[in-house]
């Protein structure tokens, strides 16, 4: 997949969550995102919006992977 701008990964992280030990992937995904992600299950409402020092993000999801797991909150279920 081409986007138009070729650059070299400078750096990258894999991270695994685990909600027995606390993990909650809408805030990871706010937090990466910059952005605010609701929980839906919690209700509770994560906001990094206002952190500036991300310059770019993404989270690559093969398109065969279900439409419903696709959402951030569900990935929780």
Avoid: W
Avoid at 5 to 12: L, V
Avoid at 21 to 46: L, M, P
Wanted: with cysteine; net charge positive.
């Amino acid at each position: 997949m081409r986007i138009g701008i070729e650059m070299a990964i400078q750096f990258t992280r894999i991270e695994f969550l685990r909600r027995s030990e606390g993990g909650d992937s809408c805030r990871k995904a706010a937090y990466n995102a910059r952005t605010i992600v609701k929980n839906k299950q919690t209700g509770i409402r994560y906001n990094f919006s206002r952190k500036k020092d991300n310059v770019y993000h993404t989270v690559l999801i093969p398109d065969y992977v279900n439409q419903r797991i696709q959402e951030y909150s569900n990935i929780n279920e």
